[in-house]
């Protein structure tokens, strides 16, 4: 007995005196890059969301119809920045760049996106920031990899992780942000930078924790749903349903995105004259349905924590297309995720009006993965940003839904340079 208890001692000695060995990732250049790009830019996304939240104070003060001469002026002022310091481009050029310019993001737009951005969310747009933190976030990337002579797919990498941060910060989501950074890069192939993944996930898991200690914003659900629990296999069914009616609107915000573009097209005026344009229309809507106004990150639990009619909730769901439409085409500058989700949770509310027996919960779900998978072509990430930000917990009815969104879209998609090469 004695000697198998030495003999252990000594295995045991023999283990202890090895030196440990860690994954070789853990201290290497590339993971202290990525972890600094996270924390980097979870200082810029907290920062930006404090300014926008003052702005945002500020200009609420003016409503009844003050709100259309105070976005008409924040649209003016918004094109007069982007006419004189740069046009820093749309999600389109983002996407763009990362496909066809070596994953080069330029920061130099930074300036104009920044400046341009705050005005148009804070004075009630109906685009949010996560547009504007990506184009940031995503640009610093590049900018710490050039710094660091990166090139190749490792450059790219790590625009893509500062894309993920942005979009982390924003949806509170390490997970989801950064599939949804990877997924929105090409609408048929899901993520076709899969080197990125890790440098994504790295990044966004930094940024989350400096974005949330920088905010003090809460933890966890975003917004409050019913609770939901599973009595029927039929749910499967009943969210590819409500996702084929919410898929129709999808196809109805692409085509009113299409009409007001070529509208706006054909007016041979500066950018800042079409931001005026937008900003007094926008104004005209928020009046008349103030629910409409903002990116909807907090007017979406005012939605469901409302009592509206049949009607209303109609007009808030036709005329929030039209505001986000409008938006997107007319200069303003922002991100439409969340709005979208808006406009599927009104769409769900219309629907629990005709079948209330269904789970409200499930109605509302499957409407907002449905819309926002056929406009953005990015059904993995919508799940999982879905059952993070309203703690729906049965995510695979939301996966239906989106899978239902996603097959359904149309067959160009709305971010034309998701297309192939060839076909951009």
């Known amino acids: 007995m004695k000697l198998k208890r030495r ?17 070789p990732f853990l201290f290497s250049r590339k993971f202290i890059l990525w972890a600094f790009l996270g924390l980097f830019g979870g200082v810029i996304a907290g920062i930006y969301w404090l300014v926008l939240e003052f702005f945002t104070h500020q200009l609420a003060y003016f409503d009844g119809w003050l709100v259309i001469p105070t976005m008409a002026i924040c649209g003016l002022l918004a094109g007069l920045i982007i006419h004189f310091i740069g046009d820093p481009g749309e999600i389109h050029l983002i996407v763009n760049n990362i496909r066809f310019n070596k994953g080069k993001l330029d920061p130099k737009n930074n300036p104009s996106m920044i400046l341009s951005s705050l005005l148009c969310i804070a004075s009630g747009g109906s685009l949010g920031p996560e547009a504007p933190l990506v ?33 982390t910060a924003m949806f509170g989501a390490p997970l989801g942000g950064s599939l949804f950074a990877l997924e929105i890069l090409h609408h048929k192939h899901a993520v076709e930078y899969y080197k990125a993944i890790m440098p994504a996930f790295v990044a966004s898991c930094f940024s989350y924790l400096v974005f949330a200690l920088i905010t003090q914003l ?4 975003l917004w409050n749903l019913p609770s939901y629990e599973m009595v029927s296999k039929f749910d499967f069914l009943y969210a590819v349903l ?61 939605l469901l924590l409302s009592d509206f009619s049949l009607k209303m909730l109609i007009a808030i769901l036709i005329f929030k297309i039209i505001a986000i439409a409008i938006t997107v085409t007319s200069g303003w500058r ?3 995720i969340i709005p979208l989700f808006f406009c599927g949770a009104t769409l769900g509310l219309i629907i629990h009006q005709f079948i209330p027996s269904i789970s409200l919960s499930l109605t509302i779900v499957s409407c907002m993965a449905a819309i926002n998978a056929c406009v953005t072509r ?31 879209a149309p067959r160009i998609p709305f971010i034309a340079s998701q297309m192939e090469e060839t076909a951009a």
């Open 135 to 167: 184009q940031v976030v995503g640009s610093t990337g590049t900018w710490l990899g050039k710094l660091f002579r990166l090139k190749g797919e490792d450059l790219r990498s790590m625009s893509i992780a500062g894309m993920a941060s942005g979009f």
């Open 242 to 302: 409500f996702a084929i009616v919410a898929t129709c609107f999808g196809w109805f915000f692409i085509f009113c995105t299409k009409t007001f573009k070529q509208l706006f097209s054909k007016l041979v005026v500066p950018i800042y004259v079409k931001t005026l344009i937008g900003g007094v229309s926008l104004g005209i809507i928020a009046y008349y349905l103030p629910l409409t106004r903002y990116f909807s990150h907090y007017e979406l639990n005012t």
């Open 378 to 408: 990015t059904p993995m990430s919508t799940t999982i940003l879905l059952a993070t930000l309203t703690g729906f917990t049965y995510f695979i009815p939301i996966l239906f839904a989106s899978l239902t969104g996603y097959f359904l």
């Open 7 to 23: 003999r252990k001692l000594i295995t045991y000695l023999n283990i202890l005196d090895q030196p440990i060995r860690f994954n």
């Open 218 to 221: 809460s933890l966890g659900a």
């Open 334 to 336: 922002g991100g439409f």
